[in-house]
């Protein structure tokens, strides 16, 4: 009879024990989705500022060929550089990032050719000090200022996109969100970097 009543007792310890955990792994589960649609936002915010960095890039990409034409019209003979700027603007448009996989890897390989860009369109400008009838060019200086404009443009929107990123980020690393943001497959995305800083984009200098 005491027998009973102890293995009675010790299952029913059990029991609660077992409800306890359930209940206990339903609260964590129940926390851990219940801003899902956080998340959610979150990466939409990503891939929308993703976008917005394309487009910029993408803009400075169209004035390219115009302005290489410009520049042959009076240093012909600039072949080297003419050829670089021509090379490294094939380079960037044959990178293409997916907004669902915005890596630390894609972002780095995205940014290291939009880097060369930016070097030979360097060197460019710098071969127009040597003409003066080039820098006196109509077409030449508006497209330098829509060039100029540009890199502005593409350093806001870098610094925007890492803005958004780090948000997206932390918030798939904090409790409870960590958890949903595994279970659902949320998974860290890419910064721009920079020596100087990784809010800042590289800097043609005219």
């Known amino acids: 009879m005491i027998l009973t009543l102890i293995e009675h007792k010790t299952e029913e310890t059990n029991m609660k024990r077992f409800f306890g955990i359930v209940a206990a792994f339903i609260a964590v589960l129940s926390l851990s989705s219940c801003d899902y649609n956080g998340l959610v936002r979150r990466d939409e915010a990503v891939k929308s500022q993703w976008a917005q960095v394309q487009n910029v890039y993408q803009r400075r990409a169209d004035l390219i060929p115009n302005l290489v034409n410009t520049v042959k019209g009076y240093a012909a003979h600039e072949n080297t550089t003419l050829t670089q700027v ?5 380079k960037v448009s044959s990178i293409r990032v997916d907004p669902d996989d915005l890596t630390p890897e894609n972002i780095q390989k995205f940014q290291a050719a939009q880097g060369q860009l930016s070097s030979a369109l360097g060197r460019l400008m710098a071969v127009s000090e040597a003409y003066p009838d080039l820098k006196a060019n109509q077409n030449f200086l ?3 200022a829509q060039l ?4 502005n ?5 870098r610094q925007k996109f890492n803005q958004v990123t780090q948000d997206y980020n ?5 409790f409870p969100d960590v958890l949903t943001a595994g279970l659902m497959g949320f998974k860290k995305k890419g910064y721009f970097e920079a ?3 990784s809010d800042q984009a590289p800097k043609v200098e005219f």
Request: charged share 35%; net charge negative.
């Open 86 to 90: 021509t090379e490294a603007r094939a």
């Open 142 to 144: 508006e497209l330098q």
């Open 148 to 151: 100029e404009g540009t890199e």
């Open 153 to 157: 443009r593409i350093a806001v929107e």
């Open 170 to 174: 932390a918030k798939i690393r904090s």
């Open 195 to 197: 020596a100087a800083g």
